[in-house]
């Protein structure tokens, strides 16, 4: 089994619910186990009635598991300040303010908000060498995936900047009013050692979720959640990066076979329309269904976490 395991799907399905339920799993079968949560709304910290931080903490009452909560507004902060800090090294004050302004600009748009969390995540990945098993309670979607090409782009365009910078220092030679440095200093130049590093990160992140990575996708049994998921495999299958299966969440449960209530036979009715949901995912996806859990009355946590995570086959 891959050592990153991510849970995917649209707000609300259970994500969260799983990856805490699949990580005490993992947990109690003895592996050092770290999940990590990214939803400010309903997180890991409800889940274990414990509050979790930025940090690895461990979890009360529970061997070898690990939680750690990523603010994502606060990670889009942190990016900020560090474009702001490079940015103003390298340019004049004259022109800090109207770059200050465009940083502001660019980090209120969605895309920052994935971009910063999923540079966290590599950072996460790279030093989660503590743990047997990391599991992530959201999934890369969207414009995230697509920074996965970033190396391809990045290296061209670092390529090309190496290149210019070559020609101007030649022709500073020729002019005879070059420094003798000028040369040397194309390899400690700043911007492009920062692409490089950039350029660098992402291609580890392509190569730990390619190769050490499992993705899975939770959706509930209704027509909406399930062309979701029919969006999302297809997504992930653009940057290569395949699914490894579904689980089914807030399955309803069955009523008594005696029971002729107007609850009853609502219950029989929903049941019997989603058991036909379920078949035709089972049919249409490749992605087997690892997983079905029914619907409970009230949140999961506590011995309901480990009821449910009883019912994982992952
Ligand atoms: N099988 C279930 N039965 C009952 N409630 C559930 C179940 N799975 C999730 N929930 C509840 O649904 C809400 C959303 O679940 P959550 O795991 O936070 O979803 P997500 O992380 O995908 O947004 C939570 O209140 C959670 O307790
Ligand atoms: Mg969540």
Redesign the pocket.
């Known amino acids: 089994m891959e050592k990153f395991v991510f849970f995917g ?1 649209k ?8 990856s805490c339920a699949y990580a005490l799993k993992c947990a109690n079968a003895g592996q050092r186990t770290l999940v990590v949560s990214t ?1 400010p709304a ?1 997180s890991t910290s409800d889940v274990f009635d414990q509050q979790f931080g930025d940090d690895p903490a461990a979890v009360d009452g529970h061997e070898n598991l690990w939680a750690m909560e990523i603010d994502p507004d606060q990670e889009v902060e942190r990016h900020m300040q560090d474009i702001r800090r490079r940015m103003t090294e390298q340019v004049s004050a004259a022109i800090v303010n109207e770059i200050d302004r465009q940083i502001e600009l660019a980090h209120r748009t969605p895309g920052a908000y994935e971009a910063a969390l999923f540079d966290r995540f590599i950072q996460v990945m790279r030093e989660a060498d503590d743990f047997d098993r990391v599991v992530f ?1 959201t999934s890369p979607t969207g414009g995230t995936l697509r920074l996965l090409a970033l190396p391809d782009f990045l290296g061209e365009w670092i390529e090309r900047l190496v290149q210019k910078r070559a020609k101007s220092v030649d022709l500073f030679e020729k002019a005879a009013i070059g420094e003798k440095e000028a040369r040397r200093k194309i390899d400690e130049d700043p911007l492009i050692a920062h692409l490089q590093g950039r350029k660098e990160t992402f291609e580890f992140a392509g190569r730990t979720l390619r190769e050490e990575s499992a993705f899975f996708l ?1 959706l509930n049994p209704d027509e909406l959640s399930v062309r979701e998921t029919e969006r999302s495999v297809a997504e992930m299958g653009d940057q290569g990066l395949s699914v490894d299966g579904l689980v089914v ?2 399955v309803t449960p069955a009523p008594d076979d005696d029971d002729r209530g107007r609850g009853g036979r609502y219950l029989r009715d929903r049941v019997a329309t989603e058991r036909e949901r379920i078949e035709r995912v089972r049919e249409d996806f490749d992605e087997p269904v690892v997983a079905e ?4 009355v ?3 946590k506590g011995d309901l976490l480990a009821a ?1 995570a009883a019912e994982l086959e992952i």
């Open positions: 799907g707000g609300g399905v259970g994500k969260t619910t799983v939803d309903h309670d939770v969440n807030k859990i029914e619907s409970r009230r949140e999961v449910v």
